[in-house]
Structures are given as structure tokens and as C-alpha cells.
């Protein structure tokens, strides 16, 4: 027994060292990515971590020199308590704190464009070399950080992933640039898609940056070379090769699925005779009583009929196995093999067809009737237009159950089959305009214009669901921003503003408790929805939207009004509007009028402040 538990403790151990080793790597990463020993000086090789990884691709301001302003109006800058360091305040000049002066400044830098393009500062660049002093020539010069924003692509851990779809490995070492490593994935037994210990076929892209894997070719050696950082990136499949017919994929989903539980009777006379419980026992029934006595006949507990357990799902738990030849010797290890870091492979639960069920747990104020009606058209436009991952389920639900009213609307209320030059909003998402039903159409293969009779197929099953998903997927191109779980752009994109917000979000939530969570997909995602963080943050029309809908003062309704979200948005349109130079917006935004939308937004603003 004192081995078994020496066993353990070596082993828990070896994580813990590892570990250690590894987070130290990872703080002085620069350093350890061309480490030399400071006995030979020379560069000390190794494998250092390998995990699964997702890309992540942020923009960053990089330091690129110094510029510098002329403050042109003498001033007293003095600190919060109207102090200066040197000299005394001059009278005759105005006063102004260290803030007030870095925003001016800012201001006329980004308004004037006096930086070259693709440049930028701060305010906080520029209050750092202020001080507290007279500025007037020949002193009034400030200078001040600039910056240039870059694109910088990282790899980011992830815990599991998705048969079918791509993924990344990142292999980590030190003093191994140009050398080659070689991946294998395993699975932990028992093995689900193996037959033995070997390594998994997969399919890898030729670079990491192609668009489309070679799909024609089985790998389980995948190969890459180790970067100046120390880092080897390799991007894969989840799949084995395409075939026609696909069916080593096919019996890859089905292992999968799973299995239906072996029904199990009533419990015998014998078995009740010997359960004695403090509290009555049920199997599926209320609790049946005779006289003051509870039965004890099976009979009398039937099972329940109607619903079936849910059932868990089928996970395949995969671990790396790196080999590379480095310049003194060759390397070879494993990762992800201890208890809790193997990384797990799961289905697509959400790439089967939605049960009405399903649809009514999110559409909560759906009718069966309505759900019933439109279920085999959503399901036909998931597949149509690759709806088919619970993030892109979840938010096209929503945006569609707002639209249509929870699947009662087909066509928009209170206009006439003369409106928009004929073509009216029909369909569960409402196409306006000849030249979407033509592109619809188009997409199908039918006539959707030529007759009265022809444009209203768009208000009845299959193409008042299809429709919708070809709008979705086709035209807004919201697959992307659904992965992107960016429910505040796919809003704006869908609706134009944010009426509807609260419900549109409320049925976002209920999609994640009744989709997302049960399909066992990662905590990463969430429904607290930051502007700041939207692609609605970098449009002109999109962040006035946002000021307009949560300003307390204006009539527009569908989301809770903040007087901290709308200055959020009015001052992110005044930010977008100057780095534009200010153009008047090409038409009326929402109501208002264009030429009188930077005005509005500053005197609202000057309010809301104060």
C-alpha cells in the first residue's frame, strides 16, 4: 500500500514540477526561447509544452517614436490644487488643469490629422511630458508618444474542440529555430476512433494561414519548424480525409453518439420487499397509496413514458506526443497525458436538426402551432447556409424570433404591397426590395418576382425560414460575427438600431442555458456583451445608435436606457467622426436629422455629463 501511495506522490510530483517549469518559461518567454548555458555558452535545447490552441488576432499600439505640439494660446497649467512648479501664475493668461490641456490637445491633433497616417497617440501619452508651468513661446512646445497599431497573432490554450472542425497545436521549446518538430495525437484508451494505441488520422493544412486543408491526404505525422520565438504551429482538421462516399467520417459521428439505455422494468415484489425507505420512493409516478400504507406493488411504479433521459455525451480524450532532432541530441515527449489536461474531443450536437422542443425552450412566447409550422424550413436553412454550431443557432434564433414575433409574423404589418417598389418585408427575417428576392431566388433556383402569387411563397414554409438563413449567412455574412459571439453587431446588422435589444438578448440567454451549455461546449463565452469590444464600436452609424437607444432622454425603446452607455456611444461616434474629418453623415440616422446629428450628439453630451 506505502508503494501505491509513493506512486502517486512521485506523480503528482512531476505535474507540479512541470508546471512550475513551465509557468516560469512562459513569464521570461523572450529569454528562455535562446537560452545558453553560462558554462559553455552555448544554447541549451529542449521541449518546453504542447497543448491544443485557438488563433487569437488582436490589434495593438506598438511604440513608434515621438512627435511633438506647439501650444499656440499662453497658459497657467497648474495641478488639482491650481499649483504650479515653477514660476507664478500669470494673471493676465487662463488657467487650465493637466487634463483639460491633454484633451485640447488630442483633440486638434486628431482633428487637424496632424499625424501621418496609420498614427496615433493618447491623452495619457501626451499629460506624461506636461508640467506644471507657464507654456508660452518660446517654451510651449510638448512632446509626446505616438504609436502605430499592428496586427499581432497569438495562440491561445484551449481545453477541447469540435470532430469536423480546425484546430491548432503549438509546440513550445528553446534554442530550436529552424528545427523541425513532429506531432502525433493519440487517444486515451479505451479508443473510440482507433483500433489501438496509433496515432489518430487527421487532415493538416499546408500552412497555417491557408484557408482550405489538403483534404485528399490522411496525416498522423504532422510537421512544422520552430519560429524565432521558439514557437512550431501546425493547423489541422479534426477528420480523416474526404472520401465520396464519406464514410470513415460518417462512422466517426456515429461512435459519437450516444447510446439509448437498456429500458429497465419495475422493480419486483422481492426488491420492494427489501427497500425500506424514510421517504416513499417513486419511478416515475406520484406516490401510490393504499389507505394510510404505501404499495408496494411494482405495478404500481411505472416507469416514466414520456420523456427520455438525457443521455451524456461521448468524449474522446486526446494527448500530443512531440519528437524533434535538435542539435545535440534528439527529443522526444508528452503532453497533456496527466490526469485532467487531456484535451477533449467531442461531437457537434449542434449540427443535428432541432426538435420543436428545442425551439420552444428559447422562443418562449412561441406558439406550438407557429414552431411546428417553420421547424422543417429552420432546419433546411441551417443546413443551407452552415448554421450549424450553437453559437450561430443561438443568435440566429434570436434575431428571427424578434423579427417574426415569435414565429407569427410573415409579413410586415402596416404597409402595402406597394411598398418598397413592390417587394415588402416578407419572410421570417422580413426581405425588403426586388433585388433580394431576386437573390434569394438566385441562391435557390426559383422565381420569387415575376407574380403576386410568386412573392408570397416568401410568407410560407420552407421559404419563410430559408429565407431568413440565406439573409443571415449570404447577404450580412453573420456566420463569422456569430462565432465571434458579437451579439451587439449581429443586433445592429439585422435590426439597423437596437429596438428589441432586452428581448433579443433575453433569448441569446435562453439559447446558451438550452443549446451552449448542454452541448458541453467551454465556459470561454458569456452574454455580458461590452460595446467597446463589438465591431459596432468602429461604425459612425452603429455607436450613435447605441448613445441614441440608451440615452434616458430619447423616446427610442427596446433596450434599458444608461446614461453611462449612451455617453459611451455618443462620445465613441464624436471619436470616429473627427478621425473621419467630420463628414456629414450620407443620410437621416434614425429620426434625425444629418446635418444636425454632430450637434445633437455634443449638446446631449455636454447634459448627460453634467
Known amino acids: 500500500m506505502s508503494g501505491h501511495k509513493e506512486g502517486i506522490n512521485a506523480t503528482q510530483q512531476l505535474i507540479e514540477a512541470r508546471s512550475r517549469r513551465i509557468e516560469e518559461i512562459n513569464r521570461n518567454w523572450a529569454d528562455y526561447a535562446n537560452q545558453t548555458t553560462f558554462a559553455t555558452n552555448e544554447s541549451e535545447e529542449g521541449l518546453i509544452d504542447a497543448y491544443f490552441a485557438k488563433k487569437k488576432v488582436e490589434e495593438v499600439s506598438v511604440s513608434s517614436g515621438n512627435s511633438s505640439y506647439p501650444i499656440r494660446n499662453p497658459i497657467n497649467l497648474v495641478d488639482e490644487n491650481g499649483i504650479m512648479d515653477e514660476g507664478e501664475i500669470d494673471p493676465n493668461l487662463r488657467t487650465k488643469s493637466i ?285 443551407d447556409n452552415d448554421i450549424n454550431t450553437c453559437l450561430r443557432r443561438i443568435h440566429f434564433l434570436a434575431q428571427v424570433i424578434k423579427e417574426s414575433g415569435s414565429f407569427y409574423y410573415t409579413r410586415e404589418t402596416g404597409v402595402s404591397n406597394s411598398a418598397y417598389g413592390g417587394f415588402p418585408g416578407r419572410g421570417l427575417i422580413q426581405l425588403t426590395f426586388r433585388s433580394n428576392y431576386e437573390a434569394y431566388g438566385n441562391f435557390i433556383g426559383e422565381d420569387f418576382t415575376s407574380s403576386q402569387q410568386n412573392k408570397e411563397k416568401l410568407e410560407r414554409n420552407p421559404h419563410a425560414s430559408k429565407s431568413a438563413g440565406w439573409f443571415w449567412a449570404q447577404s450580412a455574412e453573420l456566420n463569422d460575427d456569430a462565432d465571434e459571439n458579437d451579439f451587439i453587431f449581429i443586433t445592429y446588422s439585422v435590426n439597423g438600431g437596437f429596438n428589441g435589444y432586452n428581448e433579443r438578448l433575453q433569448s441569446v440567454e435562453k439559447g446558451f442555458e438550452i443549446l451552449y451549455e448542454s452541448c458541453n461546449n467551454s465556459n470561454s463565452e458569456s452574454t455580458e456583451y461590452i460595446f467597446s469590444e463589438s465591431k459596432v464600436y468602429n461604425r459612425q452609424k452603429g455607436s450613435f445608435g447605441w448613445g441614441v437607444w440608451h440615452d434616458p432622454a430619447t423616446s427610442k425603446k427596446g433596450c434599458t436606457k444608461n446614461r453611462q452607455k449612451a455617453i459611451e456611444g455618443y462620445e465613441r461616434f464624436i471619436a470616429l467622426n473627427d478621425a473621419a474629418g467630420k463628414p456629414i453623415p450620407p443620410r437621416n440616422w434614425y429620426g434625425y436629422d444629418k446635418y444636425e446629428i454632430r450637434s445633437f450628439v455634443e449638446e446631449r453630451l455636454r447634459v448627460l455629463k453634467n
Open 99 to 383: 487634463d483639460t490641456v491633454a484633451e485640447e490637445i488630442l483633440y486638434v491633433i486628431e482633428r487637424d490629422s496632424l499625424l501621418a497616417e496609420g498614427y496615433h497617440t493618447n491623452v495619457e501619452a501626451i499629460r506624461t511630458n506636461l508640467e506644471y508651468r507657464i507654456y508660452r513661446e518660446p517654451n510651449n512646445v510638448v512632446e509626446f508618444e505616438i504609436f502605430k497599431k499592428e496586427e499581432r497573432v497569438s495562440y491561445e490554450k484551449k481545453d477541447n474542440g469540435i470532430l469536423g472542425e480546425d484546430s491548432y497545436i503549438l509546440v513550445k521549446g528553446f534554442a530550436l529555430k529552424d528545427k523541425e518538430a513532429i506531432v502525433e495525437i493519440f487517444e486515451r484508451s479505451p479508443f473510440l476512433l482507433m483500433e489501438d494505441e496509433i496515432p489518430l488520422t487527421v487532415i493538416q493544412y499546408d500552412t497555417i494561414e491557408a484557408e482550405e486543408p489538403n483534404e485528399n491526404t490522411n496525416k498522423t505525422e504532422l510537421k512544422a519548424t520552430f519560429n524565432d520565438q521558439g514557437e512550431a504551429v501546425v493547423k489541422i482538421k479534426f477528420r480523416p480525409k474526404v472520401d465520396d462516399p464519406d464514410t470513415v467520417f460518417e462512422e466517426w459521428k456515429e461512435k459519437f453518439k450516444p447510446k439509448e439505455p437498456i429500458n429497465l422494468p419495475p422493480p419486483s415484489v422481492e426488491e420492494m420487499q427489501q427497500i425500506t425507505p424514510s421517504v416513499p420512493l417513486t419511478f416515475g409516478s406520484d406516490v401510490p397509496q393504499i389507505g394510510s400504507e404505501v404499495s408496494t406493488n411494482p405495478e404500481d411504479y411505472p416507469l416514466p413514458t414520456n420523456q427520455k433521459p438525457e443521455l451524456p455525451p461521448i468524449i474522446d480524450f486526446l494527448w500530443l506526443k512531440v519528437k524533434v532532432s535538435g542539435d545535440k541530441q534528439d527529443y522526444e515527449d508528452e503532453f497533456l497525458k496527466m490526469r485532467d489536461e487531456y484535451f477533449q474531443l467531442k461531437n457537434n450536437c449542434c449540427s443535428q436538426e432541432m426538435t420543436k422542443e428545442q425551439i420552444m425552450s428559447i422562443a418562449i412566447h412561441a406558439t406550438e402551432r407557429n414552431v411546428e409550422t417553420h421547424l422543417s424550413g429552420i432546419n433546411q436553412a441551417f443546413i
